[in-house]
């Protein structure tokens, strides 16, 4: 069976509109991490936190590894352990540096309680 030109040029179109369709949804797969990257301080395009289970959730330095995060009945066994002191460095969310845990309100606390 012999192919016409008219037959070939119909095959060539049917080619170039399958090309046309895998490039556009080649694009569009790229397009929500094209928004990602573009907004990434926007609220509600990044992935929340996981959910704080046992309130606030302190690290504290140990033999001077960071260890954590603890929560306040975690840390508190370290308390009654010796494990942490009053000079046992911690830090938690939205402290800019380390400090001794009798510093820290969460932690000054628990000592006062517990040591």
């Known amino acids: 069976m012999a192919l016409t030109n008219n037959s ?16 556009g949804m080649a694009m569009a797969s790229q397009i929500p991490k094209m928004m990602n990257q573009a907004m990434p301080n926007t609220p509600g395009c990044q992935t929340p936190p996981p959910i704080n289970q046992g309130g606030w959730q302190i690290y504290v330095g140990i033999n001077g590894t960071q260890a954590g995060p603890f929560n306040e009945q975690e840390l508190t066994a370290l308390i009654q352990k010796k494990t942490v002191t009053a000079q046992t460095l911690v ?25």
């Open 8 to 23: 070939m040029s119909d095959d060539n179109s049917l080619f170039d509109k399958m090309v046309e369709m895998g490039m």
């Open 91 to 115: 830090w938690k969310q939205g402290m800019s540096a380390w400090a001794p845990a009798s510093q820290v309100p969460e932690t000054g606390k628990l000592l006062l309680l517990y040591a």
